[in-house]
């Protein structure tokens, strides 16, 4: 039996299944809704709110993350609730993805311009009787002459080229890429229109840049959100769904092409481009981003040993894929490494250089997996470590990605009153990851909370006793977007960036442990990704994510997986470069090192349980001190 589900306030309509839920609704009639845990009833996120029509009774996570009181007002969780009605839902703005701040630019390293596609503009003789061989001979010969024998033509341009030579008095612009194919002929000289196009597939968002393959210029870049998102907010969540069933694979690498061909329309739209002189397209991300985007299983990524599917770089037909450049032209994927380090690593080597330096570097890459390398040029370590999405926005009660109303910036004064900045300067909605970092980093200097990030301050007005334990009120409602509700820090929010941030220092003493380094030895700290674009790198030390060092010895250095796609897309010197820096990497699987599992522990006191290695931190905090040393060393 089927039932309409309709979805306010756009009036989209779908029939579904009885027993279906409604996000799956929401899913198939295209609602933009949130599902950061990819349905499983953990995150909370796609309240919706029922407007008509008989629902069940509501599920324990309902009750869990929503209340009853709530629910008996109709707010429910898409993702739990089935339709066994007509329904009517209304998803409030703050259960859109929506559209947010994307940070996609990164470090510009300059490069001498050297493509896989050459243009090339000759002038052939025509047949005569005395010379009737064949166009493609002609070609043979003129190339041939240019030390490029043995090349092959694509089945379309063999169709097309007789007529294009002919109308074109036998003056023609080859294109060809690899030094041996021609994917391309076109009248006249048209040596000047070549482009090319590099693609960043973060776990949350998606980045395309147009680049001028003659004079290496970036013409177009633009960001969205991974249109991913809706299957799941982090990688293990996306494996998940995407190995239930082939039909599921296809529907995420659907999704992450038709988002790539959007961004791609937009480039065309806004430059002088035209979608037939875009010749190759660069992909870079972590191993199951890589995977999806190509179709491929990831299912052995999700289990022990982890292993991806491929490893080595690939060329592959862009009209295969479905990527909508010219329908011959090359999409050449970068290669991977093990575990989730995959090919978004890699550029962010090449662009950092950090494989060239003398002295220790330590790059971490932030984000909803972290990739942490450190190392120099004679050799790096790596791992991926799961810090989650809590530094997005999820997982954290009044949590929201960068967009309008979010709270970026927090300061909190001495008699504990707050002060913060929102995104466009709109009154607040929510909390987004650098303002949670901020808020989280000022409680604890001012003595809110403890090193164990327990709320320890009592008879304030901003603190009281809720749902979930105590909450630290940093928005009276009064003040907020919507007036409904105060936006509040609770505990289980604490203990959400403590996790993640436990995760991604663990990561990197791992690596520090595995190598045989201290963290005097480190020179220099980058933080790629959006990430770090807009924390705050004091507050990201007063917390523990980052080590101890002077702020002069931390850079960042943006989007570097993208800055490294547009370094290959640039020139093929880089992609052999690429294959050097897979040699000099070695991967270490956290899930197996018990190094990890101990400074995991450690990590999750703020900063950290050994106070020692946090001299200027510790000189800054007024929180009283509560480290429980139970970790043998
Ligand atoms: Fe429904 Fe996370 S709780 S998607």
Redesign the pocket.
């Known amino acids: 039996m089927e039932f309409e589900v309709k979805f306010l306030p756009e009036g989209k309509k779908i029939s579904v299944q009885d027993s279906s839920t409604v ?1 799956t609704a929401a899913l198939k009639a295209d609602v933009d809704l ?13 309240l919706v709110e029922v407007v008509k029509g008989s629902t069940p009774p509501p599920t324990e ?1 309902e009750v869990r ?1 929503i209340g009853r009181e709530r629910i008996a007002k109709g707010i429910r ?4 609730l089935k339709v066994l009605d007509h329904l009517i839902i209304n998803v409030p703005d703050k259960s859109r993805i929506g559209r947010q701040k994307l940070v996609i630019m990164g470090v510009e390293p300059t490069a001498k311009v050297s493509p896989n596609i050459k243009k090339l503009y000759f002038e052939i003789n025509p047949p005569s009787l005395e010379d009737p061989r064949g166009d493609d001979v002609r070609i043979n010969e003129v190339l041939s002459h240019l030390g490029m024998s043995n090349f092959s033509l694509d089945y379309t341009i063999i169709k097309e080229m007789p007529k294009i030579l002919r109308e074109s008095g036998w003056k023609v612009t080859f294109t060809i890429i690899n030094n041996r194919e021609i994917i391309n002929i076109q009248p006249g000289d048209k040596t000047k229109d070549c482009y090319g196009v590099a693609v960043d597939i973060g776990t949350t968002k998606l980045a395309v840049f147009i680049v001028d393959l003659i004079s290496g210029k970036i013409l177009f870049a633009d960001g969205i959100m991974n249109p991913q998102i809706k299957y799941g907010e982090d990688v293990i969540s996306r494996i998940q769904y995407a190995s239930q069933s082939e039909e599921n694979l296809k529907e995420l690498q659907r999704s992450i092409i038709a988002g790539i061909n959007e961004l791609i329309e937009r480039g065309l739209m806004e430059t002088d481009v035209r979608r037939e002189d875009l010749y190759e397209v660069v992909v870079v991300g972590n191993t199951a981003m890589h995977h999806l985007f190509l179709g491929l299983n990831v299912k052995w990524l999700g289990l022990a040993p982890y292993s991806p599917v491929i490893g080595m770089s690939y060329n592959i037909k862009a009209k295969e894929l479905g990527i909508n450049i010219n329908p011959s032209g090359n999409v050449y994927t970068l290669p991977n490494i093990a575990g989730f380090v995959g090919a978004d690593a890699i550029a962010d080597v090449l662009a950092s250089r950090i494989h060239e330096k003398e002295k220790i570097t330590l790059l971490m890459d932030v984000g909803t997996n972290t990739e942490v390398i450190l190392g120099n040029k004679r050799g790096l370590w790596c791992c991926s470590t799961a810090s989650g999405p809590a530094f997005e926005g999820a997982h954290v009660r009044y949590g929201m990605r960068a967009a309008s109303g979010a709270i970026e910036k927090v300061k909190i004064r001495e008699d504990f009153e707050v002060e913060y900045i929102t995104i466009n300067d709109e009154k607040p909605r929510g909390i987004c990851g650098s303002g949670i970092i901020d808020a989280i980093a000022e409680m604890l200097r001012t003595g809110i909370i403890d090193t164990s990030g327990r709320i320890i301050l009592k008879n304030h007005r901003r603190v009281r006793e809720g749902g979930f334990g105590k909450e630290f009120i940093l928005v009276f409602k009064e003040e907020t977007a919507t007036g409904e509700e105060d936006i509040v820090i609770t505990q289980e929010d604490i203990r959400e960036i403590q996790k993640a941030k436990a995760a991604i220092y663990a990561g990197y003493m791992t690596l520090m442990k595995k190598g045989g380094l201290k963290k005097e030895e480190i020179s220099e700290i980058i933080i790629a990704g959006a990430f770090g674009s807009y924390i705050d790198p004091l507050s990201a030390k007063i917390i523990g994510i980052i080590p101890d060092l002077p702020t002069s010895r931390i850079s960042f250095l943006g989007n570097t997986a993208g800055s490294g796609a547009r370094l290959c897309l640039k020139s093929i010197d880089y992609r052999k470069e690429a294959e050097e820096i897979v040699k000099k990497m070695k991967y270490v699987e956290l899930a197996v090192e018990r190094i990890f599992e101990e400074e995991y522990i450690n990590a999750m006191f703020m900063p950290n349980s050994r106070l020692e290695d946090f001299p200027e931190v510790m000189s800054i905090i007024k929180s009283p001190i509560n480290v429980r040393r139970y970790v043998k060393r």
Request: glycine share 20%; charged share 15%.
């Open positions: 996000l949130v599902a950061l845990c990819g349905g499983r009833g953990t995150c909370g996120k796609c996570q993350k969780l898409a993702c739990q």
